[in-house]
């Protein structure tokens, strides 16, 4: 784990500070990454007139001067310090708090800052929600608004909920919802939870809490225990709660009184450096180093039979530790099954692997067959020439002659004999959006009669997402007009499901259909597990190879290790507020014309979305 | 009212058709504009085997030579004969319909008629939307979808009841919301109401049902009584119900067997033109004379301080017959109120007319004059070079030399004596909009200390509103890259309000405040009057020009007659579904800079919109 030098980022949030530079050269001494501080001094009174504040010659707040550009933007997070009810019924309160929020705004705008914290306490925020949403789409700023929510209620202080009058939906959870909604999902809102003693007890809120753009999480001093030693750790529950949110890129901030002044701030630093440690040690697998950094990254579904994949991309899927072996076990249970112990000397069993790529199934089809020491004759079809470049250099080198590489379309090549076990990986991340269906029904001439098909069945599954990262994302996307009718095939992180799985479709083979059809139409029900915004679906697969040996990306299921597919990701035009107990009810069509293969999907509860993806206008796989 | 020659368009409706062009001529000749028949023969078997529906050597249905193209277009419109059940449970009758439904709908296609006529008998429908969506998209067909709903329930048939199972919100509206919905609003899909014996007793469905794209009434002969000498007429409720729909563009079809046949079915139609030709007498007044043709147009609202009016619009606006009687009447009680009995012959009163376009309102003034023997001294101020010309021609000619023209912005003029009345009309749709506010208050330097500003107060007024028409019709428009982000001015005719209009801001004159604000923010709570989809709000204004005497668009208290101003309408991003009792909450800001003046709209119950126009992005009003 050397390579593994990266420390947690942490911050110091400090109420009031009579010297900035001296204030930030104490929290770095303490290895904090940055400071957070007012940006104005909150006993300055301020009076609103007309739509200006009338200062007095005094300063609004300390000079610019104090620090260098470089340093405001890199050490600096502007804070809210007061809590502004730009939505008073009191229209003095409110125009004076739009006042003194905008001025605040515009200093941080001045300052170039990377960051503001603003809190949010409660849901009359429509003026609010207006100044925020009118800063993030000024082009000639840049920073994020980072919206302050507690964990819990019980984190109220006394004197802020005097100022505010409550409501029906009254949870943090409905004030950020209302928001970001009023805000049109803007990517440059996140948000700081701030922990408190009680933690939420339902599990389904952590999650719902996981599936928002979560950037910071502050953990006030307050919560900090003191060890044997008489260091400041955290209790069990909130060390268990941290350590959910630690797949987030997220940072802390420790924020009031050293509870331990023997000690120096450092020590709250070094003990959440010492959780991420311990978190990054845990986490590092196989999997993880090849998936990281493609968390929550939109990427446009693989269009195989109409693109040449490239070798960056065979390489990396070449390396998968589990679907190879699983290929292995299956051949060789195929080949155990096909031919007897007394035959195996004798009888030799021909096997093709359509779209052999690189050769990675030609090569498990090989040791398979060592290992059950049965006689096989090997066909390698493959369409892409430059991967038939690759077979034929190995069959030069590694491979024997009972091995015949074929250059061809496997929907073409006329044989001169027939297959045993036809062996084929063309499954996409909701199994037949790459068309095997049409793939392999195209190559069935080739089996014989009582031939084995591996895989011979896989399954699409589909689960309800939130997800504020991913939806922004997709509006964000300029590639398409409807970028919302698209599927995306992305590695969800900042997600959460509203409901388990279901099973959507399934393609058997060989497919001895009368008439085969691969159009598919599926309405799936799902009950929404908690109050939620539906922004998509999340789609998955999985595959039985041979008998039980299988291979899944389905949660519920997922094949330990396995990293070769990610998710796919059908959104929604519009988010769909769901409550606890909501009937969702998604309607899916797969549609099949000569040309191509679409899919188009709806929702028909608890309200009707448009239909997505007409005519396969945005999204479609072309079958040539 | 010779001109109104036009003829109520009416179209039979048959069954069945043994020869179509003796069809056609039985229609023309007995006054019918057009044919309603099926395409396809009902008997005719149909089977689904995969995506191909299998015939004999049979044809499908009569040839496309029976006809002149030319003829198919203007004297057919298809009907779907049967119910094609594309959403049935059974994945046989499904593949069937879905198979049945689409052929028909490429007959339409390639005989290029203008519209297809689909009964929808339940909310089972998102397989029959998806198909329906996809025609409606597909740029290669021109037709339109008329979607046939009987009115009341009793109408449904048993045969069909049988096929379809019943859902909970289930009336023929909530069929067809569901629908439109699924295909976006689509302008290419239309209503036909069956009328029934029953009608709703609710005025509020009525009027919902008025609110969606009706393009037939649909009357089965059945309904019709005969008089006493034994012609076929509807009985007072069916009259009453088919005038509220004729303001609408709709045509008429008669379907069923003639009850009447010693007079031929031609009678039908000759009641129905009748009912209509009594209706264009009774609606024929001015105001309908200069608003023919403008229904449900969307129009930019006026940028008058950026852009001189044009002759033409001067022209119209002059022509209103109620408006300046009532600036007369205005300006003659203040003249009286200024000026006693005692002093008219000795007092001049000084009134100046900011913005006097071409003249109207100066005319007024020298009536106003006339009539209570008023001594007045008149400014005519006008930034337009073109106005100019013609208020100095009618100096020249018709007015004294008490009249002075002056060229200048009211904002800038520096006048040698100040006003004892100033007379201004710079109102838009919802008052303030064409910067009414921003003019006057920098034109009442000119205003003595006690003067008098006519008008005085203006208010806007708001209220919720369906309309498929409009919003199908702003979601067209290209002009800006988020069109429902613009309010437009428009002649709503083909909208129902979901509740009554509420009062928004309000705007006085002279604004003696110390410090001047026309920054607004309003919040409005509606409670809706029925289950209905949101698209937008109107918005309308009322004036008072001087005491009691005022003009208002508002609804609820119209100048009778007044044509000068068409309703406001400000569009919502998504359309939002409420129900009855719903607490509809809007919030309003208009916002001023320096530069121009422009509104944002958000809605936050029953759910959250996203705030529109921010920074005014899309829309606003320039100041210079």
Known sequence: ????????????????????????????????????????????????????????????????????????????????????????????????????????????????????????????????????????????????????????????????????????????????????????ENTRLGLALEMTNDLPEDENEIERWYSEPIRMIIIPTSLFLTNKSGFPVLSKAHQKFINQFLKLDIDFVIEGANRHPERGMSKYQEYLNYIFKQFQTNSVDKKTQFTKGYE????????????????????????????????????????????????????????????????????????????????????????????????????????????????????????????????????????????????????????KDDGISVPYRYRSFIAPVQSYKVYSEVRRCKEYEHPYEAPYVILLNNHCRIADEQFLFEFTHPNRAKKIDNNRYGKLEFKANFDATLHGFAGYFDSHLYKDVDISITPSTHSPGMFSWFPMFFPLKNPIQVKQNDLITVHFWRCVSSKQVHYEWCVSSPTNSVIHNPNGRTYWIGLH
């Open 1 to 184: 784990m050397s390579s593994n030098n990266k420390t947690v980022r942490c911050a110091l949030s400090v109420s009031s500070i009579p010297d900035i530079t001296e204030a930030i050269n104490n929290a770095i001494d303490n290895k904090f990454t940055y400071l957070i501080c007012p940006l104005v001094n909150p006993r300055l009174k301020r009076e609103y007139i007309a739509d200006n504040l009338r200062h007095q010659q005094l300063p609004l707040t300390r000079s610019d001067l104090d620090l260098t550009a470089e340093c405001w933007q890199n050490y600096v997070v502007g804070a809210a310090h007061q809590f502004y009810d730009c939505d008073s019924e009191d229209e003095t309160i409110r125009n004076n708090s739009i006042c003194g929020l905008s001025e605040e705004l515009n200093i941080v705008a001045h300052l170039n800052l990377t960051n503001y914290l603003v809190p949010l306490r409660s849901d009359k925020i429509e003026n609010f929600s207006r100044i925020i949403n009118n800063i993030l789409l000024n082009k000639l700023t840049m920073f994020n608004v980072i919206i302050r929510v507690p964990l819990h209620m019980n984190n109220l202080d006394i004197e802020i909920e005097n100022v505010i009058s409550r409501s029906n939906d009254d949870a943090p959870w409905y004030w950020w919802k209302k928001l970001r909604t009023l805000c049109e």
């Open 296 to 447: 929550d990254c939109l990427q446009n579904p693989l269009q195989p039979l109409m693109d040449n994949l490239e070798s960056q991309v065979y390489e990396v899927f070449e390396k998968d530790p589990i679907k190879y072996s699983q290929y292995q076990k299956a051949i060789a249970q195929a080949l155990i099954d096909r031919v007897s112990e007394e035959d195996k000397k004798t009888k030799e069993i021909v096997i093709m692997v359509v779209g052999a790529g690189r050769g990675p199934l030609v090569k498990m089809a090989i040791q398979a067959a060592q290992e059950t020491e049965r006689k096989v004759k090997l066909y390698a079809i493959e369409k892409n020439k430059n991967a038939i470049n690759t077979l034929l250099n190995l069959k030069n080198t590694d491979w024997d002659d009972r091995i015949t590489v074929i250059a061809k379309d496997m929907r073409e090549w006329e044989p001169t004999e027939k297959a045993d076990i036809l062996v084929s990986e063309l499954l996409g991340s909701v199994g037949d959006n790459e068309l095997s269906p049409e793939c392999l029904d195209g190559a069935q001439r080739l089996l």
